[in-house]
C-alpha cells in the first residue's frame, strides 16, 4: 500500500480548526504557506513490542519498529517535524522490570524524539533510578513545574525548549502532575510540586511576549479531564484558564482522542488539546500552517499504529 494511502486510511480523524479566532482566507496561497508538523506519544509504559493477534481490541497494534516507519515516512514528507512525549514512558512490560528504562530511552533517542515531559510512573523506580537512565536519552527532559533543586534531578531538566523549524519560533514547555498521592515520597524524594495555572502564566510570558514564539506547545501529564474531580486541574481546566497557548499534548488519563479537543481559553480563542490514549498503539499528528503574516490554521489527526 502506498505510504500516502495508508496515512489517510489509518487516521481516526481529523479536526480543521483556525487558531486564535484567524480566517481560513489567509491560507488560500499555499506557495507562502509554512506547514509545521507536531507528532506525540504518551503513556507508552514500556511496551516496545507490538501487541499479538490474541490481544483483544488492540490486536497487532502498536510496537516500537512500526512507529519508527511511520515517523519516519511523515518526516520524509515534512521534515519541519517535532516529535514529543507527555510522559509515563516507564512501567508496564517485563522490559523495564529488567532494564530499568535503559531500552526506551535508547529506543527514543534512536526515532529521534526532540522532548518528552515527566510523568508519575518515570518514578518507578525512584528518583535515582530516573537519574540513572538518563546518559542514554539523546533528547530534553522538560518540566516546569517540578522544583527538582534539592535532589539529584538539578539542572538535568528545562522549564521550557524553544525549537526552530522552516523560519517558525516553537516553545515547547512541561507539565507534570501531582505527585503526592499518586507516588510514594520516597520515590521522588525533595522534589516540589507547583501550581500549573501559576506556572503556565509564567512560562506563555516568556515564550510568547519575551521570546516573540510564533507557536506556544504545553507538554502536560495533568490528564485529560476529572468530571467526578472538578476541583483537580485537567489539561481542559487549564487551557481554559490561560492564554498564548497553541496545543496541549497530554497524558496520563489514558484519554484516546480521535481529533484534537477545541476550547477556549481566558481570551476566548481556539486552543488544541489532544491526546492519544497508551501504549504506543496511535500516533498523534497535527499540521500548523502559517501564512506570509503568522497566522495559524491547523489539522489534527490520530493514527494507528
Same mark, same amino acid.
Do not use: W
Given at each position: 500500500?502506498?505510504?500516502?494511502?495508508?496515512?489517510?486510511?489509518?487516521?481516526?480523524?481529523?479536526? !480543521?480548526?483556525?487558531?486564535?479566532?484567524?480566517?481560513?482566507?489567509?491560507?488560500?496561497?499555499?506557495?507562502?504557506?509554512?506547514?509545521?508538523?507536531?507528532?506525540?506519544?504518551?503513556?507508552?509504559?514500556?511496551?516496545?513490542?507490538?501487541?499479538?493477534?490474541?490481544?483483544?481490541?488492540?490486536?497487532?497494534?502498536?510496537?516500537?519498529?512500526?512507529?519508527?516507519?511511520?515517523?519516519? =515516512?511523515?518526516?520524509?514528507?515534512?521534515?519541519?517535524?517535532?516529535? !514529543? +512525549?507527555?510522559? +509515563?514512558?516507564?512501567?508496564?512490560?517485563?522490559?523495564?522490570?529488567?532494564?530499568?528504562?535503559?531500552?526506551?530511552?535508547?529506543?527514543?533517542?534512536?526515532?529521534?524524539?526532540?522532548?518528552?515531559?515527566?510523568?508519575?510512573? $518515570?518514578?518507578?523506580?525512584?528518583? +535515582?533510578? !530516573?537519574?540513572?537512565? %538518563?546518559?542514554?536519552?539523546?533528547?530534553?527532559?522538560?518540566?516546569?513545574?517540578?522544583?527538582?533543586?534539592?535532589?539529584?534531578?538539578?539542572?538535568?531538566?528545562?522549564?521550557?525548549?524553544?525549537?526552530?523549524?522552516?523560519?517558525?519560533?516553537?516553545?515547547?514547555?512541561?507539565?507534570?502532575?501531582?505527585?503526592?498521592? %499518586?507516588?510514594?515520597?520516597?520515590?521522588?524524594?525533595?522534589?516540589?510540586?507547583?501550581?500549573?495555572?501559576?506556572?503556565?502564566? $509564567?512560562?506563555?510570558?516568556?515564550?510568547?511576549?519575551?521570546?516573540?514564539? $510564533?507557536?506556544?506547545?504545553?507538554?502536560?501529564? !495533568?490528564?485529560?479531564?476529572?468530571?467526578?474531580?472538578?476541583?483537580?486541574?485537567?489539561?481542559?481546566?487549564?487551557?481554559?484558564?490561560?492564554?498564548?497557548?497553541?496545543?496541549?499534548?497530554?497524558?496520563?488519563?489514558?484519554?484516546?482522542?480521535?481529533?484534537?479537543?477545541?476550547?477556549?481559553?481566558?481570551?476566548?480563542?481556539?486552543?488544541?488539546?489532544?491526546?492519544?490514549?497508551?501504549?504506543?498503539?496511535? %500516533?498523534?499528528?497535527?499540521?500548523?500552517?502559517?501564512? =506570509?503574516?503568522?497566522?495559524?490554521?491547523?489539522?489534527?489527526?490520530?493514527?494507528?499504529?
Amino acid at each position: 500500500m502506498r505510504r500516502r494511502d495508508f496515512i489517510q486510511q489509518a487516521s481516526a480523524g481529523t479536526a !480543521l480548526v483556525t487558531i486564535g479566532g484567524i480566517g481560513l482566507q489567509s491560507f488560500t496561497n499555499a506557495a507562502t504557506t509554512k506547514k509545521i508538523t507536531i507528532l506525540h506519544t504518551n503513556d507508552v509504559h514500556s511496551h516496545i513490542d507490538a501487541f499479538g493477534p490474541e490481544d483483544g481490541r488492540n490486536a497487532n497494534k502498536g510496537g516500537v519498529a512500526r512507529r519508527a516507519g511511520l515517523i519516519e =515516512s511523515i518526516r520524509n514528507e515534512n521534515p519541519h517535524t517535532l516529535l !514529543l +512525549d507527555a510522559g +509515563d514512558i516507564f512501567q508496564g512490560t517485563p522490559y523495564f522490570n529488567y532494564y530499568g528504562g535503559e531500552l526506551e530511552f535508547k529506543l527514543m533517542s534512536k526515532l529521534k524524539y526532540d522532548a518528552a515531559t515527566i510523568g508519575n510512573h $518515570d518514578f518507578d523506580n525512584g528518583i +535515582d533510578g !530516573l537519574y540513572a537512565q %538518563l546518559e542514554h536519552a539523546d533528547f530534553q527532559f522538560i518540566s516546569a513545574n517540578y522544583d527538582f533543586s534539592n535532589t539529584i534531578m538539578d539542572t538535568h531538566t528545562k522549564p521550557y525548549k524553544i525549537f526552530k523549524k522552516n523560519g517558525i519560533k516553537i516553545g515547547v514547555f512541561g507539565l507534570g502532575i501531582e505527585l503526592n498521592g %499518586l507516588v510514594d515520597p520516597t520515590m521522588y524524594k525533595e522534589t516540589k510540586y507547583l501550581d500549573p495555572i501559576e506556572v503556565t502564566q $509564567d512560562m506563555t510570558r516568556i515564550l510568547k511576549t519575551e521570546a516573540l514564539c $510564533d507557536l506556544v506547545i504545553c507538554l502536560s501529564h !495533568l490528564g485529560y479531564n476529572y468530571k467526578k474531580n472538578p476541583n483537580k486541574i485537567s489539561d481542559l481546566k487549564l487551557a481554559a484558564a490561560t492564554k498564548d497557548i497553541d496545543l496541549i499534548i497530554g497524558g496520563h488519563t489514558h484519554t484516546f482522542l480521535s481529533k484534537p479537543t477545541i476550547v477556549k481559553n481566558i481570551e476566548e480563542k481556539n486552543i488544541l488539546v489532544n491526546q492519544v490514549g497508551c501504549y504506543g498503539i496511535y %500516533l498523534g499528528k497535527i499540521d500548523f500552517y502559517f501564512d =506570509s503574516d503568522k497566522n495559524i490554521s491547523a489539522n489534527g489527526t490520530s493514527i494507528i499504529v
